[in-house]
């Protein structure tokens, strides 16, 4: 019997089930690709005389890979011709689909912002976190991030961006914008968004972060303010503002609101696990678009994924 070599398939080794494989693998289960595709469906172009549009659920999985790898249009349609595991997800077959190129995908992300659809698909998908009782709405924790943009003058119009601003955190200043988040107390869950520019005092949008039915609001200092702590007078139906207790110039803070200040720090850092997601996992460090408007609509989208991407463990079985 002739002997058995390495080269005979039966001795093919598996190929390794790499960190993105099975990140798209999970994606692939909890985001809701039939929802939203029928939210963007009314606005998406239909088939007449001219070219034939891609399938919207193909250009859709390609917009999510985008905001997952921070591929730009190029280098996006350039991973579509190199990457299998990219054509595969998107549910394009290199040997008889044509790859859309940089302008397709660049224009299937204006339609989503000329229609404000990421801002849509972000309510859409902390209504149905509620539904599933995933996001109980029963206290909120704000903050805010800042997110760089470029502050180069080395542009075709010799000058930063109009809409972004400076501001000072410790002793370093910081230009961009700020992304202002209001999450659920237990899940962790982010259910509020506001985009403004990096010189917006934190404090200044607490307002529309909250969404009315919380019993405790939780914040850190840049939130405290003499009526918004936990020994404030307040109205019956005004939540328990959870805000730490700031030290007076040349006093030290009594045993008991260091305490205090400790217990509340503990509950707040939920609201980090979203900004982690987004800046480590997504990759999301630096805005990409000049003005506001833009980098809004792809946060609102971020955060959206964010919140599936926080609850994927629990939701795949139910999902899947």
């Not at 790859?99 to 404000?116: A, N, Q, S, V």
Request: hydrophobic share 40%; glycine share 6%; no cysteine.
């Amino acid at each position: 019997m002739k002997q058995l070599v390495l080269s005979i398939p039966l001795f093919i080794k598996k190929p390794k089930v790499t960190r993105r494989q099975k990140f798209l693998e999970e994606m692939e289960q909890v985001v809701p690709w039939v929802d939203w595709t029928n939210r963007i469906a009314p606005h998406y172009p239909v088939a007449g005389l001219g070219r034939k549009p891609f399938a919207l659920e193909a250009m859709l999985r390609i917009h999510m890979m985008q905001q997952w790898f921070g591929y730009s249009d190029p280098a996006m349609e350039e991973a579509l011709h190199d990457v299998p595991m990219l054509r595969e997800f998107a549910g394009l077959d290199a040997g008889e689909d044509v790859m859309p190129d940089e302008t397709t995908i660049l224009k299937f992300r204006h339609l989503l912002e000329r229609h404000h659809l990421a801002q849509s698909l972000f309510a859409e998908t902390t209504g149905r976190l509620a539904q599933q009782g995933l996001l109980l709405r029963q206290g909120t924790i704000v903050d805010a991030t800042l997110i760089a943009a470029a502050p180069s003058t080395k542009n075709r119009q010799r000058k930063r961006d109009g809409e972004m601003s400076s501001t000072k955190k410790g002793n370093n200043y910081y230009f961009g914008l700020k992304a202002h988040i209001g999450v659920d107390a237990d899940s962790g869950l982010v259910h509020s968004l506001e985009i403004t520019t990096a010189k917006v005092a934190d404090g200044n949008m607490i307002d529309a972060l909250v969404h009315g039915e919380e019993a405790i609001v939780l914040g850190d200092r840049a939130y405290t303010r003499n009526d918004r702590n936990l020994e404030a007078q307040r109205q019956p139906e005004e939540p328990v503002w959870g805000m730490p207790f700031k030290r007076k110039r040349g006093e030290e803070l009594p045993a008991e609101h260091v305490v205090l200040n400790r217990m509340l720090a503990s509950l707040r850092a939920k609201v980090e696990h979203p900004f982690r997601i987004v800046k480590r996992q997504f990759g999301y460090t630096k805005v990409r678009y000049r003005g506001l408007f833009k980098n809004a609509q792809q946060l609102y989208l971020l955060f959206a994924l964010a919140n599936l991407y926080h609850v994927r463990k629990v939701w795949m079985p139910t999902t899947g």
